[in-house]
């Protein structure tokens, strides 16, 4: 149980375009969900919280024009990397808390989506 | 502001030999703490996780971490590894909502 889907796994996309990154809570309601960034060999570095029917809360220095979330329902959370130039070229992480909003219970994550701008 | 340190970078065990991953942590009150595994091109899996209660945390995959909130740290041990352990090690700590993760151990396993 506590699935949550990402999807997709992988894209390449040309410069100057858009790419959409959905997760997905399979069986359970997220009414929170976090979004995380992780440049190779480095560690996890949340970019924002979503938070259903409401304005996504984003960490300091993370471009809210760039990194546009959306919060639709309580299973959808989207990130959209708008314009993406190379240096956006990451490996992206979704994640839900499993006991509510709060952190005590941890989290499930999303398989990830692997980034990558030519 | 909370923050976690895992000293290792990587760890290179023979298969069959015991194993202990280290954390510290900083974190203004009592810290929820976690160990997350990650394989290659995956996400992560929680191993195991400690908000309270007894200190000696078992977790999935015969893996287990204790706390000490005298040395502020978290380490996870395995008394014998497998080559399917082989990835990479996430410590955490968290409070409300926000969770800081550590870069990462690289466990390397041989046989």
């Known amino acids: 149980g506590a699935v949550v889907s990402q999807h997709p796994s992988r894209v390449i996309c040309k410069s100057g375009t858009s790419v959409k990154i959905e997760c997905r809570s399979l069986?359970?309601?997220?009414?929170?969900m976090f979004w995380y960034r992780q440049f190779p060999k480095q560690s996890l570095m949340l970019m924002a919280t979503s938070n259903e029917g409401s304005k996504a809360t984003y960490e300091q220095g993370v471009e809210k024009d760039k990194f546009l979330i959306n919060h639709a329902s309580l299973t959808l959370s989207t990130l959209t990397v708008t314009s993406a130039h190379p240096e956006d070229s990451s490996f992206y992480i979704c994640?839900?808390?499993?006991?509510?909003?709060?952190?005590?219970?941890?989290?499930?994550f999303g398989s990830g989506t692997r980034l990558t701008v030519v | 502001a909370q923050s976690v340190t895992q000293p290792d970078i990587h760890i290179t065990v023979s298969e069959g030999a015991s194993l202990e991953l280290r954390c510290n942590y900083s974190?203004?009150?009592?810290?929820?703490l976690f160990w997350y595994v990650q394989s290659p091109g995956q996400g992560l899996q929680l191993l195991l996780k400690y908000f309270s209660g007894d200190t000696l945390v078992q977790g999935i995959k015969g893996f287990e971490a204790e706390f000490k909130r005298s040395q502020s740290s978290f380490n996870l041990r395995k008394p014998s590894v497998h080559w399917s352990d082989a990835a990479e090690y996430f410590c955490?700590?968290?409070?409300?909502?926000?969770?800081?993760f550590g870069t990462g151990t690289k466990l390397q396993v041989i046989p």
């Open positions: 974190y203004g009150a009592t810290p929820y």
């Open positions: 994640s839900a808390p499993l006991g509510g909003s709060r952190a005590n219970y941890g989290y499930t």
């Open positions: 955490a700590v968290g409070g409300y909502q926000k969770v800081t």
């Open positions: 069986d359970f309601q997220a009414t929170t």
